[in-house]
């Protein structure tokens, strides 16, 4: 199982109490599989992402990425484990205004140390994998809403992660681009091996995932696929 959450409970302080934003979520995303994550505004949905991806650690429960139990690890452990192992999209495409899209790449590739000229056609070639190659030299105000989500796609994927964590990609596009997106991200998903989480509040396209689940006020309940 390549992303595992057992059982994870996790709360924020509130006032003089605890919110309890997840409430003992287990949930297990194989290799080459995307789950879709469904479920209203406030849900946790956002954090179920916070913890798999190791930026927030719950106050229960294990969370295991590629094999590795992030308990053990300290802040420089998970930092790594992000850096190599997991791609994060946001739902804004936070890219850099000042740079072109291959560029937008190259920097993830250059904080590891690979060389110049092998992590430039690494990202000619997922910028063809997500059909803009032609536009490497674009910056993101000289793309559309669709094409800069593609270029966040194509950056989460530069240093070949197991795990890729999706929030909402779609939501600033329409539908039917919205829709390309996640086809794009099941495609990927497939092609390239990642435990996929997907979290989106369009039913249609969570239709198109392998597993559907859905949490209302933290807890999962599990939904087929229709
Ligand atoms: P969703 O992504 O489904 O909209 P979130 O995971 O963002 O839901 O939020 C779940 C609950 O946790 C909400 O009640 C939200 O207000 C609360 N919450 C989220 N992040 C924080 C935070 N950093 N501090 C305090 N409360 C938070
Ligand atoms: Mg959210």
Redesign the pocket.
């Known amino acids: 199982m390549t992303l595992l959450l057992d059982d994870v409970t996790l709360t ?3 006032g003089d109490g605890r ?1 309890t ?2 409430d003992a979520v287990s949930l297990e995303v194989p290799a080459g599989r995307v789950t879709a994550v469904v ?12 913890v798999a991806a190791t930026l ?1 650690t719950p106050d229960r429960g294990r969370v295991v990425v590629a094999g590795t139990e992030t308990a053990a690890l300290d802040p420089a452990g998970r930092a790594a484990l992000r850096r190599e192992r997991i791609g994060i999209v946001f739902q804004q495409p936070n890219l850099l205004p000042s740079l072109t899209a291959v560029e937008q790449l190259q920097v993830m590739a250059h904080l590891s140390g690979a060389r110049p000229k092998a992590v430039r056609e690494r990202a000619l070639t997922l910028l063809d994998a997500v059909g803009l190659v032609d536009l490497a030299a674009r910056r993101p105000h000289q793309l559309s809403g669709g094409q800069r989500q593609r270029v966040n796609i194509a950056r989460a994927l530069m240093n070949e992660p197991s795990v890729l964590l999706v ?2 990609p779609t939501s600033a596009l329409d539908h039917e681009r919205g829709g390309a997106v996640v086809d794009l991200l099941v495609a990927l998903t497939r092609e390239r091996g990642t435990a996929t989480v997907l ?1 989106t509040h369009d039913e249609a396209h969570a239709t198109r995932a392998d597993t559907l689940v859905q ?1 209302e006020d ?1 807890r999962l309940t599990s939904r087929a696929v229709a």
């Open positions: 924020y302080p509130d919110l934003a997840l479920g209203p505004s406030g849900s946790g949905k956002s954090s179920l992402l916070a927030v929030d909402e979290v949490v933290g």
